[in-house]
């Protein structure tokens, strides 16, 4: 039997453009959509070059899988960009969710040789029949034959011959490491969900534990519907990468990756699955139009996994001073003091053997000098370190350059401060989160504590504000207009820069580019007050008032006005539930939010979570109850 292929220009384009390492995988997702365990690629060098050399003659690809059944072969090979498993929802007889779809993948092959020939055996509901299939290039694969069919005692399964190599392929053919890593990214998810899935090319068995050197599974419930990460790192340097796969982890959509890493990221959801036609292109993401929310979790899934690889590379270099004996700390830091220290020694000695890797292969003893002299200092005087190194340890010129430089950027003095702020930062997370959420919240006054406790921790509603002050005429306005809140004043408390700040409504500017100014108006209820519609409607009275009036009324005024409270009445929740990152209104010059407490202490609380799992970092409970009531105390005690 003949068929005659319907193979238009547009299609050889296509063809032409397929890679030989691209047609290897379509081969092996043929098999494995056919429900293959086994799926073997053999490479066979039967021909020889001029020096003799053997060259890759043929390429043979076997499965034990369910075969290709004679009668839908016209079917399979008739129209060029139909598969009869394109419906997205296709699964195989033992219930594996099939990749292919496009109907190109048999036609790939043309990329690695000219004459394709293939052999199926499969059971028609009585017994083993087997019938071949061969086509060629020289009329562009147009006419494809077919034998009869005939019974056979050959197990089910297809074997797939591929001959008269190209010359890419024989040039790509050969490099036997890089496919192997390249089928281990393409198939890794396959490999993780099916255990008895085996794929081997060249005698060597896709192996994912032998390969992988941190492998972490994220998952998130979004839309009602699991959305699961498995992030990979290889053991090989390879080029990073992002799959996008249905719930089954068969890839839909794969881009590259910005990373100094080797790794391979798998996304999977069913969300991915049903919004298939519907993937874009979006901030260098490929993403659903309506499933935009799903690229903070891969984000944030990505972020945590090479930190992960960071402490991790960071904790062997440290076990390797250990084990040679040459690391100055010999017992576990007893308190958060000496764990400051161990972390800052730890990040500094790493850092300066990646700007200075020479040390390494010094003696074991200058090192261990070296390192003790480093630790002391970072204990008792961090300014000094540049002298003593440039005395003590007898580093080149060079070297000592960009030690200096290294030092320029991480100042050791200014890390211990910034440390210890930082430790300040999120101790006051714990407490704001208590003042709240437990009965300590209960005795605190709305104006006189809670709010003037919060006037010198604006960095939790961005850094941009830490370091603000306060523009004069816009204070003027906004105490105009404060009974809008219901109040009758508002009272002002002195800054150490001489400005003012507001007790009742939070108020702070940051200046930005040349002649901008960017406010931020924080109104804050009692910590155990619940927020309803009225608050609401205060909020956004009180900020198109502000923002309208004349003098702000430009491009060079940009507002946010923000209402917090513990949480919504259940009419505000309704309605909220519509909104999108609390944002109730917008324009050119305004947004108006309104949160909740848990909203922000969460967000901030992620911010620090490196720093205190770093740090090691477990307040007591005694100790977030001292340091509220300390709070309580210092303004009580100014005002």
């Known amino acids: 039997m003949k068929i005659d292929l319907q193979l238009h220009e547009k299609h050889l384009e296509r063809i032409n453009t397929f890679k030989p390492i691209n047609a290897l995988k379509e081969m092996i997702w043929n098999s494995y959509d056919a429900d293959a365990n086994n799926i073997i690629v053999e490479i066979k060098r039967n021909e020889y070059d001029l020096l003799q050399h053997p060259i890759v003659s043929d390429v043979i690809v076997t499965d034990d899988g369910t075969g290709l059944a004679y009668e839908a072969t016209n079917l399979a090979f008739k129209n060029f960009g139909f598969s009869s498993k394109s419906n997205g929802n296709k699964k195989s007889p033992s219930g594996r969710r099939m990749h292919g779809s496009k109907g190109e993948g048999r036609y790939s092959l043309f990329s690695i040789g000219r004459n394709i020939h293939w052999f199926s055996a499969y059971f028609n509901s009585t017994e083993n029949m087997a019938f071949s299939i061969s086509f060629d290039s020289t009329n562009h694969g147009k006419t494809i034959n077919i034998s009869d069919e005939a019974r056979t005692a050959e197990r089910t399964g297809l074997k797939i011959t591929v001959d008269s190599i190209t010359q890419e392929a024989k040039d790509d053919l050969e490099k036997t490491d890089s496919i192997i890593q390249e089928l281990l990214k393409e198939f890794a998810s396959c490999l993780l969900a099916y255990p008895n899935l085996k794929i081997t090319f060249e005698n060597r068995t896709l192996n994912i534990d032998e390969n992988v050197a941190l492998k972490e599974t994220y998952t998130k419930t979004i839309d009602g519907q699991l959305a699961e990460i498995v992030a990979v790192e290889w053991k090989e340097k390879s080029s990073s990468t992002i799959f996008y796969c249905d719930e089954g982890g068969i890839p839909i959509e794969q881009e590259q990756l910005k990373s100094k890493h080797s790794i391979t990221i798998y996304v999977s959801s069913k969300l991915f699955s049903e919004a298939k036609s519907s993937l874009i292109l979006m901030d260098g993401q490929f993403i659903p139009e309506n499933l935009s929310h799903i690229k903070e979790f891969i984000d944030?899934?990505?972020?945590?996994?090479?930190?992960?690889?960071?402490?991790?590379?960071?904790?062997?270099?440290?076990?390797?001073m250990k084990d040679d004996g040459v690391y100055p700390i010999q017992e576990e830091p007893k308190n958060i003091r000496e764990k400051h220290n161990k972390a800052v020694f730890d990040t500094i000695v790493v850092e300066i053997n990646k700007t200075v890797p020479a040390i390494r292969t010094r003696g074991k003893k200058e090192q261990k000098l070296l390192n003790n002299l480093l630790f002391e200092t970072v204990k008792n005087n961090p300014g000094s370190l540049t002298t003593i190194m440039s005395k003590v340890v007898d580093l080149s010129k060079d070297d000592q350059d960009r030690f200096a430089r290294l030092l320029t950027k991480i100042e050791l003095s200014q890390?211990?401060?910034?440390?210890?702020?930082?430790?300040?930062?999120?101790?006051?997370?714990e407490m704001l989160n208590d003042m709240i959420y437990t009965d300590i919240g209960k005795g605190i006054k709305e104006r006189t504590e809670f709010q003037r406790i919060l006037k010198n921790q604006l960095w939790i509603f961005g850094e941009q504000y830490t370091f603000s002050s306060i523009d004069r005429s816009v204070k003027n306005v906004l105490a105009q207009y404060v009974n809008i809140f219901g109040r009758t004043d508002i009272e002002f408390?002195?800054?150490?820069?001489?400005?003012?700040?507001?007790?009742?409504?939070?108020f702070s500017t940051k200046a930005y580019g040349d002649n901008a100014l960017e406010h931020l108006v924080v109104e804050i209820k009692r910590p155990t007050k619940t927020l309803s519609l009225t608050e609401m409607n205060q909020i956004i009275t009180y900020a198109s008032t502000i923002s309208t009036q004349p003098q702000f009324n430009n491009n060079g005024h940009k507002w946010t006005f923000v209402l917090l409270g513990k949480a919504f009445d259940s009419t505000l929740q309704d309605y909220m539930s519509q909104k999108s990152d609390g944002i109730i209104s917008q324009n050119l010059h305004s947004v108006v939010k309104v949160l909740q407490w848990e909203e922000i202490i969460r967000k901030t609380k992620r911010q620090y979570k490196y720093f205190k799992d770093q740090l090691e970092i477990d307040f007591k409970n005694q100790e977030i109850v001292d340091g509220i009531n300390e709070q309580l105390d210092d303004v009580r005690d100014k005002h």
């Open 300 to 320: 944030d899934s990505i972020d945590d996994f090479e930190k992960k690889i960071i402490s991790r590379n960071e904790s062997q270099f440290i076990q390797s």
């Open 415 to 429: 890390i211990i401060k910034t440390i210890d702020s930082v430790l300040e930062r999120i101790k006051f997370l």
């Open 493 to 506: 408390g002195p800054l150490e820069n001489g400005e003012l700040i507001p007790d009742i409504c939070l």
